[in-house]
């Protein structure tokens, strides 16, 4: 039987990968915009129930050809744990092809160019970073924990090993009036990183959370959901990506679209355009907040990378 002590989410692209406990909670819980982890203090998983199950399917002879390692932000374990973990998946399963898993700026910054090389030998590849905004004042009202110029040597590191990665954005991230700025900051990094897969998620405040506070104190101010929209295709015509995948489809973009850049960024920015077209003025220009307040859809617990 597998092991899963913590709570278990994968990104929308790992429905056919094989899901194997690696960490519950997450190694930093201090980002103002999340609270998925508050109740779930981070611990390592005890390598005996990894190896266990990795030996366990590995029995069974699935036909698994990738494993997304699930927790907060596996890539935040040692190097000689992920390495031993690598190692024991390409032995008992010799049909995964590459391993997944979320990860930060820190965990990739904390492993040397060298490990890196290994970890991609190894069929690491396909890492969730949750990249957030590339403005530097954002970063740390949010207390992500990094500077957009780490994240840039983080993704260059990524890129020199070989190991692929999705990038996470939260449009609406730098609150009102910022939208413009922070689409230009964010393309110009990830022009810089040219992500395998870019994933794009609309600002939620979610109860719980240190950002919830801040907004009930007045010391942030939601974007409203125009300007969410306006900063979409901002960033988009910002774009300048040789093969990437444009996912905008989480439920809270409130006009999903996703296609292949850079051949669909135009037809993206459009649609994106048109969307607006489709909401009255009035919850347009409302902040998100008071929209999905009205609406009932406000939620306990949410992530946002
Ligand atoms: S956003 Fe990611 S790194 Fe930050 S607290 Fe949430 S799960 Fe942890």
Known sequence: ?????????????????LLIEATVGCSRDKCAFCSLYHDTPFSPSPMEDIESDIRFIGRNRTLFKRVFLVGGDPFCLPFNRLQRIGELIGEQMP???????????????????????????????????????GLDDVLAFMDKGNTADEAREAFARLNEAGIPFTLNLVMGLAGTGRGTENALANAAIVNE?????????????????????????????????????????????????????????????????????????????????????????????????????????????????
């Open 1 to 17: 039987m597998m092991h899963y002590r913590g709570k278990v989410f994968r990104p929308p692209f790992e429905e056919k990968s």
């Open 95 to 133: 049909r995964v092809e590459t391993i997944g898993c979320y990860a930060s700026v820190r965990n990739i910054l904390a492993k040397t160019p060298e490990q890196l090389a290994q970890l991609a030998q190894l069929g690491y590849a396909g890492l969730n970073i949750g990249f957030e905004t």
């Open 193 to 305: 990183a040219q992500p395998q897969l870019l994933i794009v998620t609309a600002l939620n405040v979610w109860p719980g959370s240190k950002l919830y506070d801040y907004v009930e104190a007045g010391e942030f101010t939601p974007p409203t959901l125009r300007e969410i929209i306006e900063e979409e295709v901002a960033f988009l015509r910002a774009t300048g990506l040789e093969d990437t995948f444009f996912f905008g489809m989480h439920e809270l973009n409130p006009v999903r679209v996703n296609g292949n850049l850079p051949e669909d960024r135009d037809f993206l920015a459009a649609e994106l355009e048109a969307g607006i077209g489709r909401f009255p003025a009035d919850q347009l220009d409302a902040q998100i907040r008071q929209i999905y307040r009205e609406n009932g859809l406000v939620r306990r617990t949410g992530r946002m990378s």
